[in-house]
Every structure is written in C-alpha cells, then in structure tokens.
C-alpha cells in the first residue's frame, strides 16, 4: 500500500488531464492504473485534499477514469496527471513534501485504493479536433498504446490522418510514453467523443483512416488497447 501511496503524492501535484497537455509542448506526467474498491471514498479523499493549501492551486488538476474496457487488466480505474513542465513538477513536489496535510490523505486513499501499475508520458504537442471536449463529463475516450519503430515517419501519418478526420464532434491527441514497465509502448494515441456511444460513429473519412492504417503497419505494433469515462477532474 506504501507504493501506492508514494505514487498518489505525484498524482496530486499534477497540472492538468493527459488529454488537455497533449497540446503543451512542455507538458509531461503520469498514468496510473489502480483499483478502486470504494470509488466513492476516493473521490471523497481527492475532494477534501484539493480543499487544503497543499493540494489546491489554480495551476493543478488531478482527472480519475473508469475503465470500461482493459483486458485482463485488473485496474478498475485510471489516474492521469502532469505538469506544464519538468520545472513545475519539481517546484511542486518539492512544496507538498513538507505539508502536514499530506499523512492524512495518504491514509485516506490508501484505505481504497491498490496500485497495479504506472505509466510516464510526455507531449509531442500534437491535437486536433474539438478542444473543448476533453473538459466534458460526459466525454468517452479510447487509448492505444503502440510501440513505433520509425517515430518521424508515424507522427507524420498520423497527422495526415486526423488532419482529415478532424470535426466538431471529436479530438485526437498523440504523446510519447517515457517509460512503462515492460509494456514496450513509445506513444499513446488518444481519441475523445462526446459520449460511449459516439466512440462507434462512423468516421468522417474512413479512405483517411485506412491509409493511415496502410502506412504504420509495418512500423508499429499496438501494445494496449482501452476504453474509459471521465469520473471526476480537479
């Protein structure tokens, strides 16, 4: 439990969700798969800690997930943090070290909550689409984690492809991921829809998908595949 727990103390000094800062060019942060036997006692924890000097601050958001979908990954939910920068990590971390807040909600949320494993990533500043739904409550997403060979040559396809498909109605973003454990993966595409259901519309241009498709297959092999709902941001 003390794992997790070193773990959350990152999760709390976060800026803003994965999916915002994939447009910040700076922007780096942290994934974590845990699961959550009391949702509601968490959410309650992250509440109360966001209320208290510490844990506050207009340039700090902590977004928890539920999977709908991860395979036989027995994570229930997602925590996605990061910061603007590497700088504002530090000066973070370094300020909620010292805070007599910090021992209380470590108790708290460590009473709930279990860590099954961790993700570091990093922006490449890439998005497009409808910014506006990564902040929706009610907003589906779809992550898929891939281990490129030829990062250039995939970042440009991918690029071409939602340059196309880009519309209101979605949001595509492309991260690099700095390390996972032995999951292998070096970039998470993420795509965000206005709801569940959304997530299986048809797509704006499907010929742009398929050649988008035809161009990375030899050069990437999909590591993970998700789905997941926003439950709270902070």
Same mark, same amino acid.
């Given at each position: 439990?003390?794992?997790?727990?070193?773990?959350?103390?990152?999760?709390?000094?976060?800026?803003?969700?994965?999916?915002?800062?994939?447009?910040?060019?700076?922007?780096?942060? *942290?994934?974590?798969?845990?699961? +959550?036997?009391?949702?509601?006692?968490?959410?309650?924890?992250?509440?109360?800690?966001? $209320?208290?000097?510490?844990?506050?601050?207009?340039?700090?958001?902590?977004?928890?997930?539920?999977?709908?979908?991860?395979?036989?990954?027995?994570?229930?939910?997602?925590?996605?943090?990061?910061?603007?920068?590497?700088?504002?990590?530090?000066?973070?971390?370094?300020?909620?070290?010292?805070?007599?807040?910090?021992?209380?909600?470590?108790?708290? @949320?460590?009473?709930?909550?279990?860590?099954?494993?961790?993700?570091?990533? $990093?922006? @490449?500043?890439?998005?497009?689409?409808?910014?506006?739904?990564?902040?929706?409550?009610?907003?589906?997403?779809?992550?898929? *984690?891939?281990?490129?060979?030829?990062?250039?040559?995939?970042?440009?396809?991918?690029?071409?492809?939602?340059?196309?498909?880009?519309?209101?109605?979605?949001?595509?973003?492309?991260?690099?991921?700095?390390?996972?454990?032995?999951?292998?993966?070096?970039?998470? @595409?993420?795509?965000?829809?206005?709801?569940?259901?959304?997530?299986?519309?048809?797509?704006?241009?499907?010929?742009?998908?398929?050649?988008? $498709?035809?161009?990375?297959?030899?050069?990437?092999?999909?590591?993970?595949? +998700? $789905?997941?709902?926003?439950?709270?941001?902070?």
């Amino acid at each position: 439990m003390n794992r997790l727990l070193r773990k959350i103390f990152i999760l709390t000094t976060s800026l803003l969700s994965m999916t915002v800062l994939a447009q910040s060019q700076n922007a780096i942060g *942290f994934k974590y798969d845990v699961q +959550v036997s009391n949702p509601q006692a968490a959410v309650a924890a992250i509440d109360k800690y966001r $209320r208290v000097a510490a844990g506050s601050g207009d340039d700090v958001t902590v977004t928890l997930y539920q999977y709908l979908a991860n395979g036989t990954n027995p994570a229930t939910h997602a925590i996605v943090v990061s910061y603007a920068s590497p700088q504002v990590m530090d000066a973070t971390l370094a300020a909620q070290s010292v805070s007599s807040e910090w021992a209380v909600f470590q108790s708290e @949320l460590g009473r709930v909550s279990q860590l099954i494993g961790s993700t570091m990533w $990093r922006s @490449l500043g890439l998005g497009v689409g409808n910014a506006d739904l990564q902040y929706s409550q009610t907003a589906a997403e779809n992550w898929v *984690f891939v281990d490129v060979e030829d990062r250039e040559m995939y970042a440009t396809a991918w690029q071409k492809w939602v340059d196309a498909e880009g519309a209101d109605d979605k949001y595509f973003g492309l991260i690099a991921i700095a390390a996972d454990g032995t999951g292998g993966a070096t970039h998470a @595409l993420i795509n965000i829809s206005e709801s569940v259901g959304a997530q299986f519309d048809s797509q704006n241009d499907p010929a742009a998908l398929n050649r988008f $498709r035809q161009e990375v297959r030899d050069i990437r092999e999909i590591k993970e595949h +998700v $789905r997941l709902v926003k439950v709270k941001a902070w």
